[in-house]
């Protein structure tokens, strides 16, 4: 692990977007909220009328109580009503949490507080109006943030070339920034971690003889497990400080000469592969490009291979209202990115391949319980990310991150599946 801190980017703006990084210490337009006095109206109605039945306590300013929570339930407590109300109506996707990072609500438990949310997240806010807000309220995604091939560097650069120092300080030592799979009766993230990492690898039949593709490098943990199986493995990532720390990691562990890092996209790939390894890359695909990706797949696969997808996946009615929608996660932690459904992926395959589904695991639990490591980690480390150069709204914001994710997979409205392709036609 470099110890060297990595210079961080620049503020990158567009019409809808304003993106800061650290050492700057501003954040573009985030203090001043937005006036909309109809639209706060609609959203504070709405947001008693929701909250009414949850198992929380709201508490504002005056002493006022909202909620169906007793004294043990979570407790959000509404710093600056008028603020945060204006920032809902505004983009009631993109405002709740931009209203945590500013400090208008606070809690002392992000993920107990969000659960009841999540398991209600489809109902909160009436169909109706959920249409009408689609149609012309919601923030749309700003034209350069499409995963062309140079849209897709400038996204993956804003979210992983962040700083390597900021991932290891929450991370485990195997680095994976993924769901890790449990044994039943441990709570060992490593071992979860490694235990992901082989049942992958065994979905994708990944012996000592194979030269495997891996599809999103991460920090090279996977290609050096399956380099320490004895294969080859030719690994690509779009994030340059990935790279670079993915073959100090690689050459440490002794396995460099088994495997090649390539500073390449998946659209540009060229070769033939027993086995093609892709773990939780193609959320940032984006719809459109979700048939050039199995395509791809499906090309660089050779006659009678395996390939190992692990993907995180929602249900395929909320896919279907929310594919185009524009919300705080796309803003500012994944811009591009879209969770895809299993029957998307079915869909995909069918009409884009050769290939099929042939082997299923779902690890939803599982990412609950990694994401609780990662937010205690963060959390108990955030000196050391202050040294690092990023400021608390940075904290406010990952704690957020991390916590509303966390509650989509205790409730079951994400899930993240393990998947074994194969050709349907033998050879």
């Known amino acids: 692990m470099s110890t060297e801190p990595v210079s961080p980017a620049p503020v990158r703006r567009s019409n809808n977007h304003l993106v800061p990084r650290p050492n700057e210490g501003v954040w573009p337009g985030l203090a001043t909220p937005p006036r909309a006095p109809g639209k706060a109206r609609i959203a504070e109605a709405l947001f008693r009328r929701a909250v009414r039945p949850l198992p929380v306590r709201v508490v504002f300013p005056g002493g006022e109580r909202i909620g169906a929570g007793g004294p043990d339930a979570p407790v959000m407590r509404i710093v600056r009503p008028e603020a945060f109300f204006h920032r809902l109506g505004a983009n009631s996707k993109i405002g709740f949490g931009e209203a945590y990072m500013v ?21 909160l806010i ?37 700083s390597n120092d900021l991932f290891a300080t929450f991370l485990d030592e195997t680095m994976s920034y993924s769901a890790g799979w449990f044994a039943e009766g441990s709570d060992d993230l490593v071992l979860a971690q490694e235990r992901k990492i082989d049942g992958i690898l065994d979905m994708a039949g990944v012996g000592p003889d194979s030269h495997v593709l891996e599809i999103g490098t991460g920090w090279g943990g996977l290609a050096t497990r399956a380099a320490q199986r004895g294969a080859r493995v030719t690994t690509l990532t779009i994030s340059a400080e990935q790279a670079r720390l993915a073959e100090e990691r690689l050459s440490a562990a002794g396995v460099a000469d088994r495997v ?14 027993d086995a093609v390894v892709s773990v939780e890359m193609i959320e940032a695909v984006g719809v459109a490009y979700w048939p050039t990706y199995f395509a791809a797949l499906d090309r660089l696969l050779k006659p009678g291979g395996k390939v190992g997808l692990q993907a995180i996946t929602m249900p395929h009615d909320r896919l279907m209202v929310s594919k185009n929608d524009y919300t705080w996660i796309s803003k500012y932690i994944f811009p591009g990115g879209v969770i895809p459904s299993v029957e998307a992926i079915e869909q995909n395959l069918r009409d884009h391949t050769g290939l099929r589904i042939a082997e299923r695991r779902s690890l939803g ?8 490591h990662w937010g205690e980690r963060f959390r108990a480390r955030w000196e050391t990310v202050a040294g690092l150069g990023f400021d608390e709204t940075f904290r406010r914001m990952w704690e957020f991150y991390l916590a509303y994710c966390e509650a989509g997979f205790r409730v079951g409205y994400l899930d993240v599946h393990q998947l074994s392709l194969q050709h349907r036609r033998p050879y």
Do not use: C, M
Not at 127 to 134: A, E, F, N, V, Y
Not at 260 to 273: H, M
């Open 365 to 372: 639990p599982d990412y609950a319980r990694t994401l609780a």
């Open 103 to 123: 400090g208008d609500w606070t809690t002392t438990d992000l993920a107990d507080l969000l659960t009841p949310f999540a398991a209600k997240l489809s109902t």
């Open 126 to 162: 009436p169909p109706t109006l959920q249409r009408i807000g689609r149609r012309f309220a919601e923030a749309r995604q700003p034209s350069e943030e499409v995963n062309t091939v140079e849209g897709s560097r400038e996204n993956i650069q804003r979210h992983y070339d962040l």
């Open 260 to 273: 090649q890092v390539l500073l390449r996209d998946y659209r540009e790939a060229q070769g033939s592969y």
